[in-house]
T-cell receptor, first 116, second 110 residues
């Protein structure tokens, strides 16, 4: 059983296009996250939702817009894609956003986005 | 400057050897996590340490949290090729954002 799933696994697109990445978790967790991993493998948080409410919004261009239709899903929409958006994007979830339990996060397999 | 400094950045050893990876900071943390990421996959949580001086073992992996809760180490005994991966330490800052170190890429040669 897949705990945190993402689609698509790979996404190749041209500059200027708009694309979405979908994420679903079946762990019953309250909190979901989006991370970006750059070419040097550095992982940085972008957004976090707790029970469909945005709780973390890092310094991310407003071309990136997360949407959480319910607490099991968190999608990421990116407008006007740029070359610098090329990276691996990971979705994650945790049981709660507070305390050590919130730090124990479960990650999806990632979506490798390539912008040409 | 990064909140967590991991060293070394890369480590390549022969199967059967031991290795240690370090995670250091000047800040004090209430807890620290270690994750392993294999190529093409997402990070997988290995352990959470909470108490200063705490030692946790996971088969051949030994995790230690520093007495002052500012640093941690991961020691692998008799490494195997299946231990190959990117090892990441992470902490939650006061506002509950998970912040990662830059990682140590471990390669175990058969």
């Amino acid at each position: 059983d897949t705990a945190v799933s993402q689609t698509p696994k790979y996404l190749v697109t041209q500059m200027g296009n708009d694309k979405s990445i979908k994420c679903e978790q079946n762990l019953g967790h309250d909190t979901m996250y989006w991370y970006k991993q750059d070419s040097k493998k550095f992982l940085k948080i972008m957004f976090s939702y707790n029970n469909k409410e945005l709780i973390i919004n890092e310094t991310v261009p407003n071309r990136f817009s997360p949407k959480s239709p319910d607490k099991a899903h968190l999608n990421l929409h990116i407008n006007s894609l740029e070359l610098g958006d090329s990276a691996v994007y990971f979705c994650a979830s945790s049981q709660d956003s507070r305390g050590a339990v919130g730090c124990e996060q479960y990650f999806g397999p990632g979506t490798r986005l390539t912008v040409t | 400057t990064q909140l967590l400094e991991q060293s070394p950045q890369f480590l390549s050893i022969q199967e059967g050897e031991n290795l240690t990876v370090y995670c250091n900071s000047s800040s004090v943390f209430s807890s620290l996590q270690w994750y392993r990421q294999e190529p093409g996959e997402g990070p997988v949580l290995l352990v959470t340490v909470v108490t200063g001086g705490e030692v946790k073992k996971l088969k051949r992996l030994t995790f230690q949290f520093g007495d002052a809760r500012k640093d941690s180490s991961l020691h692998i005994t008799a490494a195997q090729p299946g231990d190959t991966g990117l090892y990441l330490c992470a902490v939650c800052k006061n506002d509950y954002k998970l912040s990662f170190g830059a990682g140590t890429t471990v390669t175990v040669r058969a």
